[in-house]
């Protein structure tokens, strides 16, 4: 009873929480409940335009909290959250490019005007209202099996899905905590809430729902088990160093001295498993051409910009905060890894023949080199890769939001072979499509090759020489598909699909059609044209403010 006593009157001092540096992460959560609670009791006419409203202003606001953070460095909740210029700007990269997103899987307006094969300029085409489906990319019932009678029905009735803004809220807070995140366990956290949502996006496609239902469980199983490689890393230096926290690690591992810290080699290893394949890497990216393919077309956008932003910022949090004592061991495997990853993924997007499978190929070519400026192992390289990050989000976004414009019938059209002749049908999209294309392909005056030649100059600063090698022979065989890309929209005659086989007419439905985007929509695509243009022409202020931001927080 006395020790009883002697503990009720030991007094624990409460935990200080810092709300002001965690405002940009609680405003995001605090707008997804508030969602759900809209999903769940707003009246369905009203719903799509409140949770557009909710979202849009929620991240809006979450931007505008990061800047009037800036210049602030330190620490929230107790060492969990750390603030500062890296976290900052990975942050803001992370919400402009939610907000392009959001706009895309807002997209719900039908097939009102295009250019169409048997279509003249102009001339109108079904509207869902009809039966032919809209730009809506997503499973008007969610939870009814493919081709069911529920499901049929509830496309007759023109039900919307809409849960969809909600699970990226929660999706787009995780990531903001992601790279945020000062020990190990608070990043496993942020790894599973943004892992959660992107499993069940994944399976929502409006079309194709079987291949859709595929995507989601390949990257729900594999992402299962990459998270335990990285639930088991840290566990592993947890036993190592006595402590989660990444300083401490990094301080643990100094203390060594000579001796082989087996453990948190080990350690390190499995954590690495575990973050390679969230960015897509080679040996661990099979999923990445599979979910991309399935995936409604809004959210592969919004995959492949934001959450390798998160992903690349844990990243580099790791292996610059608690890992730098290993660097001899941990560069060599990355530099494996980045080499195998930038020629496989440009080989094999040759091979491609649909433009979201050979946009995740360049994904996948695309992470190697984000990984030659991870292991230039510098400020240069720090910076380096935060420019590229943001500018490649923005090139990728795009490039996915034009890909939702071309369809057959309903459905997007991604087979190459329905893109030959964009360029006649329509030369505005073939040309902002083709810009993001040459900005992949590293060509001057786009943002691809300011940010390529900024993580190869790091690399060559850093002892990396070799690596910068074969990073510029990637680039070159990555080039000829871009290219290749390119002749087809403006030098290829369009397909012949009016006619069958037995010579009868094709259905209006049946043929590729350029479809009139929403405002919404084509305020995205805009907007990702502009920045990718402006950061091949005038990169020095964003070059200027990564600089000012490539420093973490020990």
Not at 352 to 374: C, E, P
Not at 445 to 463: I, Q
Request: aromatic share 8%; proline share 5%.
């Amino acid at each position: 009873m006395r020790s009883h006593e002697a503990l009720a009157q030991v007094a624990l001092p409460a935990p200080d929480i810092e709300y002001s540096r965690l405002a940009p992460m609680l405003i995001v959560f605090g707008v997804a409940v508030v969602a759900v609670i809209v999903e769940a009791f707003a009246p369905t006419r009203g719903r799509l335009a409140c949770h557009l409203v909710l979202s849009l202003g929620g991240l809006g606001a979450a931007f505008v909290a990061v800047v009037l953070l800036r210049g602030d460095r330190g620490t929230a909740v107790m060492g969990a959250v750390v603030v500062d210029g890296a976290t900052l700007f990975l942050q803001g990269t992370i919400l402009l490019v939610s907000i392009l997103s959001v706009l895309l899987i807002a997209e719900r307006s039908g097939l009102r005007a295009g250019v169409a094969a048997g279509h003249s300029p102009g001339a109108s085409v079904p509207s869902p209202a009809s039966g032919a489906g809209g730009i809506d990319a997503f499973a008007p019932q969610a939870a009814a099996v493919p081709g069911s009678v529920d499901e049929l029905e509830a496309t007759r009735a023109g039900v919307t899905q809409t849960e969809v803004f909600p699970l990226t809220l929660f999706a787009v807070g995780g990531m903001l905590l992601f790279p945020a995140a000062g020990d190990l366990l608070t990043m496993f956290v942020a790894l599973e809430v943004l892992s959660l949502p992107l499993y069940l996006l994944c399976g929502l496609a409006r079309h194709r729902r079987l291949l859709s239902q595929e995507a989601a469980l390949k990257y729900f199983l594999l992402g299962a088990f990459s998270s335990a490689f990285f639930l088991y890393g840290v566990a592993l230096l947890y036993g190592y160093a006595g402590t989660v926290r990444l300083a401490g690690i990094a301080d643990a591992i100094a203390d060594g001295g000579e001796q082989r810290p087996v453990l948190a080699l080990l350690g390190a290893g499995l954590l690495t498993v575990g973050l390679l394949f969230k960015v897509g890497a080679v040996p661990f990216h099979s999923w990445v051409p599979d979910v991309y393919q399935g995936a409604p077309t809004p959210i592969t956008a919004f995959m492949a910009a934001a959450t390798k932003v998160a992903a690349f910022g844990a990243m580099l949090r790791i292996f610059y905060v608690a890992l730098p004592e290993l660097r001899a061991d941990w560069r060599p495997v990355l530099w494996g890894v980045a080499i195998a990853t930038m020629l496989i993924g440009a080989v094999l997007a040759i091979t491609q023949t649909d433009v979201k499978r050979m946009l995740a190929y360049s994904a996948i070519a695309h992470t190697g080199f984000i990984l030659t400026g991870l292991i230039a192992g510098n400020d240069a390289g720090l910076s380096a890769t935060m420019f590229y990050l943001l500018a490649y989000g923005f090139s990728t976004l795009g490039a996915f939001a034009c890909v939702t414009l071309v369809r057959n019938g309903s459905r997007e059209s991604t087979e190459m072979s329905s893109w030959a002749g964009l360029g006649r049908r329509s030369p505005l999209l073939a040309a902002v499509f083709a810009l993001f294309l040459l900005s992949f392909a590293g060509i001057p005056l786009t943002s691809g090759f300011v940010g390529k030649f900024a993580v190869f100059r790091a690399a060559a600063e850093g002892g990396a020489a070799p690596l910068v090698i074969v990073g510029v022979i990637s680039s070159a065989i990555a080039a000829f598909f871009y290219v290749r890309v390119i002749v087809l929209m403006y030098f290829a005659e369009p397909q012949e699909r009016s006619l069958r086989s037995d010579k009868t007419a094709q259905p209006a439905s049946e043929a590729t059609t350029v479809v009139v985007p929403s405002t919404a929509t084509a305020a995205a695509i805009c907007l990702c044209a502009v920045v990718t243009v402006m950061l091949g022409i005038l990169p020095q202020p964003v070059l200027d403010l990564a600089d000012r931001a490539a420093e973490f927080l020990r």
